[in-house]
């Protein structure tokens, strides 16, 4: 072989193989390998990626063509700079390359909806053309006035009729406005259900901004540029979008402006049972019995406390990591669950497929009061960071301050944003009116004594077989029953210091969730089998619920701090605690891979 004909062959080789990475593996990627290989192509995506599109060398109001990172991935020279740079020495696991999420806009594809689908599975955003982006500069100026954020039942109907007008014009604009209505509906859409894949050569895996820990800030953003849009259309650039407190005793109802059907507000797919003077059930499933109105409450502010306060490491709160090459949905947080998740079901309509348009993400925007449910959902976020003096978020993680979305302002240009700028709502120009909040110390009691418990406890396990965490035939458990489990402590009696260092984290593996169902099942601790306690008791621990995507089936994490429910039930020198989970929806569609006990650091 002549010395060309060598270069060639290798030459040729390399290619083979790079064509390999870039197609084949990324369809065998699975969620249970998530690490080696999956961050040898990100940092092999990151070099070239920052060779031309970091956001940090962008230039404001740059001209993008679309196609820069395929067409550097397929550039034989470039990647051959590439694979040197990554081979695998301890440099290239070096900690300054990004593995952030960020959505390839200009590949947006059609979205996967749940079955019986009400509306066409198109929700991509129009593009300019040329492709044109600005970087996000519009923080508010330092000694501006703040945009005051009040909840619906503190305002007046003159304030209201301004949120009425402003929606009365999104949607009597063109269709190809990106601050038309339905326009700004699909924004909720193409990010949950899809839409957009992550960039290559991840191309095959969607995102999705649910069960991770991108659900707080894509929806701080959306929400943003939601009020800045209609602050416009309405000529009051200090407009606030007013919040339905659904956890205060005065806002537990649907907002009367939302059900007046003379007002822009009003929406024909909702629950009709659901109308004022209806209190909401946070625990909401479809079909649930109603209970009394005072029973109601005292439910909800119970739910509240176990949601909020006990909730208190960043993973059980706003849900699990999610990097670039990752697969979607790692965990999901509490509030997400419930009452997010629930007040979704609880507004849509039980009678339709997927409880549209409210009770699922690809309708949800649809309607009007999805923007004061999430302001809410938003300023749950704010007051969790605040508790216990201030609480652990994610923000020493370069990789979550670095995830981006994209969204249209009120001038029509696709902006670009990621989450350190969104950490701060005063440099965004707003902040939330404080009023007292009934939840904070309704601390959930028992429904039994110790030793009722105990008892308890005791004759499960002397049971025949009881399930403990090792029997190995009965996992992967398919959820189609009441199923009570032994799970074993790896430690007790853990000392004041220790608690306050890590929490004591219940967690449940859902290995196999079809997806495209609503799903419901409650976890309850040391609770009775044949009566269990409601969401009210501190047996009750937490609830999983889903609300229905496209995808067919998934996995996902499942967690519940629960350092504070055992000293609540006084087993925290129990070596065994029994896990008890009740399917409410959804029977058999879900399977369980494992649950154990963790220690995560707070
Ligand atoms: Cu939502």
Redesign the pocket.
């Known amino acids: 072989m002549s010395a060309f004909s060598r270069v060639l062959f290798a030459f040729s080789a390399l290619i083979i193989v790079l064509f390999f990475l870039t197609t084949t593996f990324p369809t065998s990627f699975s969620f249970t390998n998530t690490n080696s290989f999956s961050h040898f192509l990100a940092t092999f995506h990151a070099n070239n990626n920052n060779n031309n599109h970091s956001p940090s060398s962008s230039p404001n109001d740059q001209t993008h063509q679309h196609q820069p990172i395929l067409g550097l991935w397929r550039n034989p020279f470039i990647a051959f700079k590439g694979i040197n740079d990554i081979s695998p020495s301890p440099a290239s696991t070096n900690q300054n390359i990004s593995r952030a999420i960020s959505p390839d806009v200009a590949n947006c594809g059609p979205v996967e909806l749940p079955p019986n689908a009400i509306t066409e599975p198109f929700c991509c955003p129009i593009l300019p053309s040329p492709l044109k982006i600005k970087d996000f500069k519009d923080f508010a100026k330092p000694n501006a006035p703040l945009r005051v954020r009040k909840p619906i039942h503190l305002v007046d109907d003159e304030y209201m009729a301004k949120l009425e007008k402003g929606i009365a014009i999104m949607k009597s604009l063109p269709k190809n406005d990106p601050r038309n209505y339905i326009e700004q509906a699909k924004v909720h859409c193409v990010y949950c259900n899809g839409g957009y894949p992550q960039k290559p050569p991840f191309q095959n895996l969607k995102i999705d901004i649910h069960r991770s820990w991108l659900f707080y800030p894509f929806?701080r953003w959306y929400i943003y540029f939601f009020e800045k849009i209609l602050g416009s259309l309405i000529g009051d650039p200090d407009f606030a979008v007013p919040f339905w407190s659904w956890d205060s005793i005065e806002g537990m109802q649907m907002p009367k402006h939302f059900a007046n059907p003379n007002s822009s507000l009003f929406h024909n797919l909702r629950d009709p049972a659901h109308l004022p003077p209806y209190i909401v059930d946070l625990n909401y499933h479809v079909g649930a019995d109603s209970t009394t109105q005072d029973q109601q409450v005292s439910y909800n502010l119970a739910f509240m406390y176990k949601q909020m306060v006990l909730a208190n490491t960043k993973e059980v709160f706003m849900g699990g990591v999610y990097r670039f090459g990752d697969q979607a949905q790692p965990a999901i947080g509490s509030v997400e669950q419930a009452p997010?998740n629930t007040v979704?079901k609880w507004v849509g309509r039980a009678d339709l497929p997927s409880q549209e348009d409210m009770g699922t993400?690809y309708t949800?925007a649809r309607d009007p009061i999805?923007y004061p449910?999430?302001t809410n959902?938003d300023r749950l976020w704010g007051i969790w960071t605040s508790l216990d003096g201030g609480r652990q978020d994610y923000r020493d993680d370069q990789d979550w301050l670095d995830s981006e979305f994209y969204f249209y302002d009120e001038n029509l240009d696709l902006v670009r944003v990621n989450i350190r700028d969104s950490l701060d709502t005063k440099k965004l120009g707003y902040v939330y009116e404080e009023f007292e909040i009934p939840w904070l110390n309704a601390s959930p009691k028992p429904s039994r004594t110790k030793l009722e418990r105990q008892a308890k406890k005791a004759s499960f396990l002397a049971s025949q077989n009881p399930i403990t965490t090792t029997t190995a035939t009965k996992f992967p458990l398919v959820l189609d029953s009441k199923v009570s489990v032994a799970v074993t402590r790896p430690k007790k009696l853990r000392s004041k210091l220790e608690k306050e260092r890590e929490e004591e984290v219940l967690v449940i593996e859902i290995v196999d969730l079809h997806s495209d169902k609503d799903v419901k099942f409650d976890v309850h601790v040391d609770d009775d089998e044949e009566m269990l306690s409601g969401p009210d008791k501190a047996e009750f621990v937490g609830t999983f619920t889903s609300v229905p995507h496209g995808r067919h089936k998934s996995k996902t994490r499942f967690m519940v701090a629960i350092s504070k429910v055992l000293e609540n039930l006084e087993a925290e020198e129990d070596e065994i605690i029994v896990v008890t989970l009740a399917p409410i929806v959804g029977k058999g569609l879900v399977s369980i891979g494992s649950i154990k006990v963790e220690y995560i650091l707070k």
């Open positions: 929806h997010h979704h993400f949800a999805f449910h999430h959902i």
